[in-house]
């Protein structure tokens, strides 16, 4: 438990998408990182909050009334019930807090579905 | 709760040292950024594991049995129950997350104890 973690070195370890992959976990909470490109599914999670921060890039999260911009060395936290959607213009390296019991597409059912358990761990 | 947060905006508007402030929220969990210089006081969370990851310079963690060195970019999990003291050889900027709970230097009294219902919010 008390091993180092690079952020760098775990995300150089893979190339896909939408992904998200668990690299820490304390208290009930997972540490991921995740690669984002485009636009993701529009979703809610019923009972996690949701953090999102910036290592490489730039992303948004729509709301369904706002947008918010993050550039690297920003997050926001997406408090549960509230509907968002991730996008990235280019290619963004992400890192979420969240739940365990966090599913990567809340209540929405999706091609990018996973479910928790299915999680890996780098 | 959906602003965003830049984290250096947040560090530049303090000096002091091993006060950790509040910067986010989310699960019963705290986000907060904390400066580090020298040698902090050896202590454990009963019931609290808690996250470093270094944003700006570097430190280690001290354990009774081993020291973990980290630099931008890297983070550790330091377990419940476990002793550990902090290091600092130069200006440290950290990111920590843990339970709302968490009281800064565990089960030890010290002149950096800071009640965790007294800690401010950036």
Redesign the interface.
């Known amino acids: 438990?008390?091993?180092?973690?690079?952020?760098?070195e775990k995300l150089s370890r893979f190339d896909e998408t939408w992904v998200p992959k668990i690299v820490?976990?304390?208290?009930g909470?997972y540490?991921k990182v995740v690669k984002f490109e485009g636009a993701y599914v529009w979703h809610r999670h019923e009972h996690?909050?949701?953090?999102f921060m910036v290592?490489e890039g730039r992303m948004r999260?729509e709301?369904r009334d706002?947008t918010?911009?993050?550039s690297k060395?920003?997050?926001?936290?997406?408090?549960h019930g509230?509907e968002h959607r991730p996008v990235a213009p280019e290619l963004a390296h992400v890192l979420l807090?969240?739940?365990a019991t966090t599913r990567n597409t809340g209540t929405v059912n999706h091609d990018h579905t996973i479910e928790a358990e299915d999680l890996e761990r780098l």
Chains 1, 2 share one sequence.
């Open positions: 438990m008390t091993t180092k973690v690079n952020l760098a820490g976990e304390l208290n909470q540490v996690e909050d949701e953090m290592l999260i709301f706002e918010i911009e993050l060395g920003e997050f926001v936290i997406v408090p509230v807090f969240e739940p």
